[in-house]
Nanobody, 123 residues
Framework: QVQLVESGGGSVQAGASLRLSCAAS????????MAWFRQAPGKEREFVAH????????NYADSVKGRFTISRDNAENTLSLQMNSLKPDDTAVYYC????????????????WGQGTQVTVSS
């Protein structure tokens, strides 16, 4: 049974940093592209960042480029998202997702999902 478990969310003020983690089990982690998505209240889920299987290729949404960094540890089966200079617009539930296929920004193409972790940024 595949499990993706996010942690590290919380409530912070604008300008602060948070580090999200996603622990994966039940799959060969190194075979999967990994991504972070987020969903704000009343909005559709949106792509945040992607990392290739080996961690060499990283892609970001324009809204987080330069502030967020995605990384992975294939030995520990973990995915991380370092979020700096947080803004109120970053408030959302953050999800990690796994895909066994080509690179995609589309959430419907991801095979497995975590339950999400809430990030709230106040001004």
């Amino acid at each position: 049974q595949v499990q993706l478990v996010e942690s590290g969310g919380g409530s912070v003020q604008a300008g602060a940093s948070l580090r999200l983690s996603c622990a994966a089990s039940g799959l060969t982690f190194a075979n999967y592209r990994m991504a972070w998505f987020r969903q704000a209240p009343g909005k559709e889920r949106e792509f945040v960042a992607h990392i290739s299987r080996g961690g060499v290729v990283r892609n970001y949404a324009d809204s987080v480029k330069g502030r967020f960094t995605i990384s992975r540890d294939n030995a520990e089966n973990t995915l991380s998202l370092q979020m700096n200079s947080l803004k109120p617009d970053d408030t959302a539930v953050y999800y990690c997702a796994a895909r066994n296929g080509d690179y995609s920004l589309l959430d419907r193409r991801y095979d497995y999902w975590g339950q999400g972790t809430q990030v709230t940024v106040s001004s």
